[in-house]
């Protein structure tokens, strides 16, 4: 049985079906992981990050109406590479999934444990990149560096393409009147986020579950060096997932 919990004040819930999958490379084909067992989910919104634990039982195992005795390795699972389970839907609940990266493994006597972070775990690392609308040449560039949403001003310029996703760019022009709302910003950081392999190709795309919940009227001032992605949008989209 797995215990999965939610943010406050929804109280937790137990599966009793479940199906766990790995892949090291997210292009890669997702495979069985066979008996590991996904013990409990903790789901989380805001700044916080989801998490999972798993249990891998080996040694001498007799499995349900076996005659005979069988050998479990121990399991090996590449950190950082990433994790699925699919539960089903029951009791009226509908099935989900939960995607995640392998953390670390600890063994005692004949049991295995394994940690898992959710996917937004990618999203913590510091906004070093911003994409800017240079008018002069007529194209997308990157700062190479943070830039701060309204900081001196307004600062939002025109609609473009950044990393397959179009959304708002930064303006360089001084004479820019257009202000960011926290939807713009919100939108722009995860496009500029999207995780990349070590070929710079994107892998996958940032989607908030309900991004016109973000209000379209406000003019939030802030500053994206200071804090990790996660940090910046996660307060104003906790539906990020």
Not at 8 to 18: K, L, N, R, V
Not at 56 to 83: D, E, K, Q
Not at 152 to 157: A, D, K, L, Q, V
Request: overall charge neutral.
């Amino acid at each position: 049985m797995t215990t999965i919990t939610f943010p406050s004040p929804y109280p937790p819930i137990d599966i009793t079906g479940q199906s766990v999958y790995n892949r090291v490379n997210w292009s890669d084909a997702w495979y069985s992981a066979g008996n590991l067992w996904c013990e409990h989910l903790a789901l989380a919104t805001g700044e916080t990050i989801s998490s999972a634990s798993f249990r891998w039982r080996f040694g001498l195992h007799l499995a349900p109406g076996a005659m005979t005795w069988a050998t479990i390795p121990v399991l090996a699972i590449n950190p950082r590479s990433f994790c699925r389970v699919d539960f089903p839907g029951t009791a009226g609940r509908a099935a989900f999934r939960w995607y995640g990266i392998w953390q670390r493994a600890e063994k005692a006597d004949n049991v295995q444990t394994f940690s898992a972070v959710g996917l937004e775990q990618l999203l913590e690392t510091p906004c070093l990149d911003m994409p800017y609308w240079d008018a002069t040449a007529g194209q997308v560039r990157w700062a190479a560096r943070g830039l701060g949403f309204n900081t001196t001003g307004p600062n939002r310029g025109p609609q473009k393409e950044v990393n397959g996703q179009t959304v708002y760019t930064f303006s360089n022009d001084p004479m820019c009147t257009d202000h960011w709302s926290t939807r713009d910003a919100v939108a722009t950081l995860l496009a500029a986020a999207a995780p990349k392999d070590a070929t710079d190709t994107k892998i996958f795309d940032w989607v908030p579950a309900n991004i016109t919940a973000l209000p379209t009227s406000t003019a939030p001032s802030s500053r994206p060096t200071a804090a990790p992605g996660w940090s910046c949008c996660a307060p104003s989209c906790p539906a990020i997932a």
